[in-house]
């Protein structure tokens, strides 16, 4: 690890230190927290049989939490293995997903960032595809006020299988998230960050219905849509605790 | 309370008096209706983790019940707060909704109205972006004739969070919406008013079909779209109460 | 009854003999199809709350079954009342829908029509709105090949509360609908009519489900959407057999 | 069966004797994996009363298995019959689908083809209407990009009833296909061929995706909307396995 890893490492261990005045959960509680998100995105539709949720070790900032490979959907707390921040397994087992460098790269980058998700979230695909900028039509996409930019692999890497399967590729994407709470991938989806596992979730839920909203008044009215205002945007930072309340209430049993 | 609401008051429960020949229901049976009715719009998708329906007390009309801070579909009898029509708690306990003053100021503004449902209802968001006045596409959709305004905060706040959270900012809505069965707010959702709680959530459920009808029919003919006419539109009054029956019946046990 | 229904009834009994070479079904097993195809119609969306759908007694034909008033997905079979076509009760108790007499008098008008369902079919209301003819985009919809024409009923009545709620209403809809399969209701439903209880079924659901295929492709291309071609729409008539046995096996228990 | 069938099907025999290294499934378990797929393409909504899907079968090259006539959520192992490459039975029972030459017809063409799909498939239907060609909006859709022809059944045999229900009418359609793993059918629906009866169900599934991805990147932006480039989608190959796993998880019991 270089020296500006360790440093990153080093000040999210502080930050991690810091929100922890409350007694850190186990690690049990934290897989279990990790299976009822993955469990989530698949019932709300925001991944399918493919697409990934991560969450930091809170313990070890240079570690994260991340399923071995397989449908969000059936993803238990045995199936979950520890990466170190280059996306090699420290603990766990089982065939890794090829995309993990999208969350070890963004780890490694972001030492704000808590969770990450990666979705083939179907709303968003054709604003980029239609290089239609994404903008916060309510409070509750908000953070889509800091601006979600487009990352293109073929202006990283020329001619591709389009996924983010190598470090240079999670490093390009990285670059282009920026200090952004979420990119959308060109042809592909899009990844989602947070400084919480339950943020995280709801900010990938609501970036889709965000894009519906706006896609529905586009049609109404092609041009003169009112989005909220970059200030508005800024003040109305969402918790969203009610909804993972609410979707865990929806999981299947 | 200033001279105003008390006289708002006392025709509020005089008009409740009114209506209630049959004995009135006890205030459980009232907290059980509340709770389904909760549970309806969630299951209904016309809200989501956030949202909340509020009812006026039938035995004083200066109290409204309403949750306490949570989820609409896993509220519970115990959740329900009374709260006077400066809402402030009356009874009850648990932290309260930041924006039950759209319940309290229109309350206090309209004592036609006995129940208030304020949802961040997709369908419409794009109307009030786009600056389309809602129309009444059908019967069901009938009280739409009566005008559907459009609050927007910022001409009564500046720079906000978007949330109706004060006072001032309960009045400034009661101010747009009238005598009106609905508004709609910019950014944000809406607000629908009713004379009896099971068509309040009727209204709600069907402002959205109506807005999703009118956006369906402006995407086959830009201009030209033919509309209830405004008497009809007044003639085609509707109780929905087989709609509550239908609704209900679909709850999860 | 005039001497013009006496006629029309006779030519339905002489219609329904013939085609009942096989044992006629008792009437429990009439009533227990008629409750299914309630069922149907409320799981897969085609009706809400409200909407009704009748079925002519095959050893009367101056007899129709339809629900007492009440939400489509709670009808038992305790609830099926039997009407003469003027749509006075024959037998069974219970306040009727305001709106029966849409079926009395198309099973008056069109001896060859065996059921009858009426709709707030959300998909074709738009059309209306439009004022856009439907056209038979598949063959599952080929029925529409025949023309589904429009009926107004501010045309027929002047202001009114938009609802078929008497005999001479009942007629004019009647007189709109011809010799035609379906007929939409300018901002209100449809009414869809066939000579089974299953194809009618079928029909109100395909009606939908073809004026979706049209406005989309009609976003994809605002002119020169290629349709069946009439002789085409003639030739490609459907059971629908096997959507009844799919749809049943869907039901909640 | 002439000499060109013949070859065709000796060299299916030789392609399926190659990949079939691990032990051949038992019968049993192919009609199992049959039935599953039916169950998943009604479940996810790729088919409803009406579709079929077939499977050659691994240990005779001439001959296919699918279900006797039914809707596809209902089938079960006891309805797979055998069928030899004209679609005649060659063991089980029951009336069969009246379109299963497609399947027979592709077999022959496409020694490469072990699994076809037919489906009523909504998404795709309004792009056939509109002449609209599909293209691959994501890497899901990957196969996309070898191209989706169009099959308009009147330019083989004028009008008809647009079922493919006769030998010739299959060979038709076949043509049209070509070496293409998916051809639309104008007026009906799509056929979808796979060399696993895992991969044709989600490519399937993808074909329906992938077309809305595209009708909405289109309403966001009339012309000059980005999908993958031919070599991306060349580069871009799916198992999609950890869909067949997903589905199969949501499957009602």
Not at 192 to 213: E, F, G, T
């Amino acid at each position: 690890m270089g020296i500006r890893a360790t440093v990153v490492a080093v000040l999210a261990a502080a930050a991690s230190l810091q929100s922890q005045a409350p007694a850190a959960p186990t690690r049990q509680a934290l897989f279990d927290d990790l299976v009822i998100a993955n469990r989530i995105l698949a019932n709300e539709g925001v991944v399918d049989g493919y697409g990934h949720v991560s969450l930091r070790n809170p313990a070890n900032a240079n570690r994260y939490f991340l399923a071995r490979a397989g449908a969000p959907a059936l993803v238990t707390a045995a199936d979950i293995v520890e990466y170190d921040l280059d996306s090699n397994p420290a603990s766990g087992s089982g065939a890794g997903y090829m995309e993990r460098f999208i969350h070890g790269e963004i780890y490694k980058a972001r030492p704000d960032v808590t969770a990450v998700v990666h979705c083939h979230c179907l709303d968003v695909i054709p604003f980029a595809a239609a290089n239609v900028p994404l903008r916060p039509m309510y409070h509750m996409g908000y953070f889509i006020g800091e601006g979600v930019p487009v990352f293109d692999i073929r202006a990283a890497a020329g001619i591709t299988d389009m996924l983010v399967s190598t470090p240079a590729l999670g490093q390009a994407l990285a670059r282009t998230l920026g200090r952004r709470p979420a990119a959308l991938m060109r042809g592909h989806g899009a990844v989602v960050v947070a400084d919480s596992l339950h943020v995280v979730v709801a900010k990938a839920y609501y970036l889709n219905v965000n894009a519906r909203l706006q896609a529905q008044a586009m049609q109404l009215r092609a041009n003169g849509v009112t989005s909220l205002d970059p200030e508005e945007a800024k003040k109305a930072v969402q918790t969203y605790e009610r909804s993972w309340e609410f979707w865990k209430s929806r999981l299947p049993r």
